[in-house]
């Protein structure tokens, strides 16, 4: 299997970096993965990663949630029911931003298009990009949504789009310079981007440590913090205008968390640490267990 070994940070290009923890893929293969980090940027990422022509076969379970839509067992039937509450505030969040009602929306990973569907109804014209062929024929089947392979948006004509939203897809994409500057370019002047990540300095990543679920290697290449999310956004001329809670993560999160350190559900336990986390957030947003980054150029 091809995997790539970093020798220098894949963010900053640093070459101050080092092993940090080790974390195991309970969803797919059971293999465990090296976290290295960045002393520079502070970005956390997975080492021995395979390659993007080798990667496929990772996002190949059952149960790999974004990726189907099968509503069994009381985690994914939460996690859908959330879905639906968390697009109507997605929703309102673009609006508050590009301050325009309806306009022209970019989404980058769409999955099985339910985000996209919720635009397109608000009124917004979409274009929608998910790079897994099954999971675009579902899209067209649930929702009647044609989304676009993921490399037509090397293809997309310059500043045609008023706001690009990456909702948990930046820390699985491999060309992750070429994604940022393409973005740049697609978008009009006034745009803003939406990129929804995983906090590894949240109050429930350092509960869970390496159990922590949303290091989910080796589909997560990067693992952010908020820090190493503006490093990353400076050196390609973006803008961080505001940072955005998702209250809902840190429960869904620490949920599955539980499940990967003792084996079994331990919701009473996960929700009070999704309690605590969001607490902390209340205070400091950039220790939310998943943060939206709006940004300009
Ligand atoms: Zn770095």
Redesign the pocket.
């Known amino acids: 299997m091809e995997q790539i070994n970093y020798s220098n940070?894949p963010?900053?290009g640093?070459a101050d970096i080092s092993f940090q923890l080790s974390a195991k893929d309970y969803t797919v293969s059971g293999e465990e993965f090296p976290i290295w980090a960045?002393r520079?940027?502070s970005?956390r990422f997975t080492q021995q990663v395979p390659s993007q022509a080798a990667i496929g076969r990772y996002y190949k379970a059952e149960n790999y949630i974004s990726h189907t839509d099968t509503r069994a067992g009381f985690i994914n039937t939460l996690y859908h029911r959330i879905r639906k509450r968390t697009l109507q505030s997605k929703e309102q969040l673009l609006k508050k931003y590009t301050g325009l009602s309806a306009g022209r929306l970019l989404d980058i990973g769409a999955g099985t298009g339910a985000f996209c569907r919720h635009m397109k109804e608000a009124g917004w014209h979409v274009t929608g990009l998910e790079p897994d062929e099954a999971t675009r024929q579902r899209a067209q089947e649930l929702h009647g949504l044609a989304l676009l392979p993921a490399g037509e948006l090397f293809r997309l004509p310059a500043q045609s789009y008023d706001a690009v939203t990456l909702w948990h897809v930046l820390e699985h994409v491999h060309a992750l310079h070429e994604y940022l500057e393409q973005i740049r370019n697609v978008i009009t002047p006034g745009a803003r981007i939406f990129i929804a990540v995983p906090n590894y300095t949240s109050y429930d990543a350092e509960v869970y440590r390496q159990y922590w679920a949303a290091y989910d290697v080796p589909r997560h290449l990067y693992h952010f913090s908020p820090q190493a999310m503006e490093h990353l956004l400076k050196k390609k001329g973006l803008t961080l205008e505001a940072t955005e809670p998702m209250w809902y993560d840190s429960f869904y999160v620490s949920m599955l968390s539980e499940r990967y350190k003792n084996g079994k559900a331990g919701y009473a336990k996960a929700v009070g640490v999704g309690f605590l986390s969001n607490w902390k957030a209340l205070f400091n947003r950039r220790r939310c267990s998943s943060v939206i980054y709006v940004i300009k150029s």
Do not use: D, E, N, R
Request: with cysteine; charged share 0%; proline share 0%.
């Open positions: 940070c963010s900053c640093s960045c520079v940027c970005l």
